[in-house]
């Protein structure tokens, strides 16, 4: 069988979260190479488009097009768990607009208005909420999204109540709800600047960390389970204890971020401790995927897919957990707090559980989507070139932004004397950022090849059964 129709008509919605997700995806990168650049060439784009703008695009595309992909996942996922069509999907398709229109007018306003006279226009003198990392965008901005993602939960978790419960699906909702109730602490913005950081640690931490884990777990094994064909209990019971250990070292984790911000001395060792346990649940996460290829019982004809579900796994664990634990532990995090070391990680962390397990759904549910069970092996394996391709530009990156962190902890920290100031060491990172620069155009390079393959002709990639499904599965 060569084509599919999809279970539920419903499902048709998250096609249009899927490609705002991608198209936002892509303007991510090409602002986040321009910040490269920006790093060797101080007045690249400038005045029209400065650094600390440039900035502030990057980052929150990488936030609203993840937002897109997980609403698109659960628009995809919630109807084939609940075994129902979506309670309304109508208002999936308005809260696709007012969220795209809103996230592109507040993307117009970082880059058409100083970001003063911004605050001035949008009323944050009447609700003090911006100039924070991360959650820059306006008030309306702000205010927008939180109704987006109620209307968002609502029409999810009526589905999820009218319907079939799972594992899964619980998961996922647990996830989805504690990023949204997490999000009402970008509002509080205290003048105590020791409560401010707390505060802001509580989004940014407890989502990254903790319910964003959650989301991702909950993708990761809706995936696994329809590419490997495994039985459900075996999957259900990696997965609960996958998130218990997630929750544990995440929450307690935020501590790591409490070290030298005000916060008692006790936080140095519940954030060590803790965060030194956060690896767990990734590596978990790791033995979970390859676990399940082991044990699949059917040769899915979307080998795409599962190539960026363990990839995922894998990716997710050295970003997360490896490049994390580097420097967690408190006498470490010492002298690397605020460094190049702490981008590494970021970029790792963010690329190998969060983008990629955003790419894994779209591509097992985008073929579907287009009445295939599987895209053609050609446009398969240009996907799968595209996988390698960003994968080897992104570590290509940490890779040289570890060096660079390394040699400014050396050069600007750790001497007792003579320590250089912070524009000179920057001028010895040169010979890295240049490096940095070509992981990025190497990982742009991969993203363009990804899009491509949807473009890619060719008959869809047949179902092996029988003998050459056996065949298939020893090779």
């Known amino acids: 069988m060569s084509s599919t129709r999809l279970p539920y008509a419903s499902q048709s919605v998250s096609k249009y979260y899927f490609i705002a997700a991608l198209a936002l995806f892509t303007a991510q990168i090409v602002f986040g190479l321009a910040l490269g650049l920006q790093y060797l060439l101080g007045d690249f784009l400038f005045p029209y488009i400065p650094f600390n703008q440039a900035r502030m695009v990057h980052t929150n595309l990488l936030i609203v097009w993840l937002l897109f992909g997980f609403q698109g996942a659960a628009y995809y996922m919630v109807p084939e768990e609940s075994e129902t069509e979506l309670y309304s999907p109508k208002l999936a398709i308005a809260l696709f607009w007012i969220f795209l229109v809103a996230g592109a007018l507040t993307i117009v306003g970082y880059l058409a208005v100083p970001y003063a006279k911004l605050a001035e226009l949008t009323g944050n003198d009447i609700l003090q909420t911006m100039g924070r990392e991360f959650l820059e965008q306006p008030l309306p901005t702000k205010l927008g999204i939180v109704a987006v993602m109620l209307g968002f939960l609502f029409n999810i978790s009526m589905t999820v109540l009218k319907g079939r419960k799972t594992s899964i699906s619980l998961v996922l909702m647990i996830g989805l709800w504690g990023l949204a109730l997490l999000f009402l602490f970008s509002f509080v ?35 696994l389970i329809k590419t490997t064909g495994v039985d459900r209990e075996v999957i259900d019971k990696w997965l609960y204890v996958i998130i218990a250990m997630a929750l544990i070292t995440g929450i307690l984790g935020t501590g790591h971020h409490f070290f030298f911000i005000g916060m008692p001395g006790y936080w140095l060792w519940v954030g060590s401790i803790f965060s030194a346990m956060e690896p767990i649940p990734f590596f978990m996460m790791t033995v979970f995927a390859f676990n399940m290829v082991q044990r699949r019982r059917r040769e899915h004809p979307n080998q795409a897919a599962l190539l960026w579900a363990v990839g995922c796994s894998v990716v997710a664990f050295l970003g997360a957990g490896v490049w994390g634990f580097i420097h967690t532990l408190s006498p470490v995090n010492y002298y690397t707090h605020g460094s190049q070391v702490t981008a590494a990680h970021g970029h790792l962390a963010f690329y190998g559980a969060y983008v990629m397990v955003v790419l894994a759904i779209i591509s ?10 599987a895209n053609s092996q050609k446009a398969q394996n240009v996907e799968m070139w595209s996988f390698w391709m960003m994968t080897v530009g992104m570590v290509v990156m940490v890779l040289a932004l570890t060096g660079a962190g390394i040699l400014q902890i050396w050069l600007q920290r750790m001497p007792s004397s003579g320590a250089m100031s912070f524009m000179d060491t920057q001028d010895q990172l040169r010979f890295f950022y240049w490096i940095r620069v070509g992981g990025g155009v190497g990982f742009l390079l991969g993203l363009m090849t990804y899009l491509s393959s949807f473009f890619v002709g060719g008959a869809p990639r047949e179902v092996p059964t029988g ?5 298939v599965r020893n090779a």
């Open 467 to 471: 003998a050459a499904a056996l065949r």
């Open 189 to 223: 913005n205290p003048h105590n600047l020791v409560r401010d950081k707390m505060y802001w640690w509580f989004v940014v931490h407890l989502w990254v960390e903790g319910t964003w884990e959650l989301i991702m777990g909950a993708l990761l094994a809706f995936v």
């Open 364 to 373: 097992y549910a985008m073929p579907i989507l287009r009445g295939r069970v």
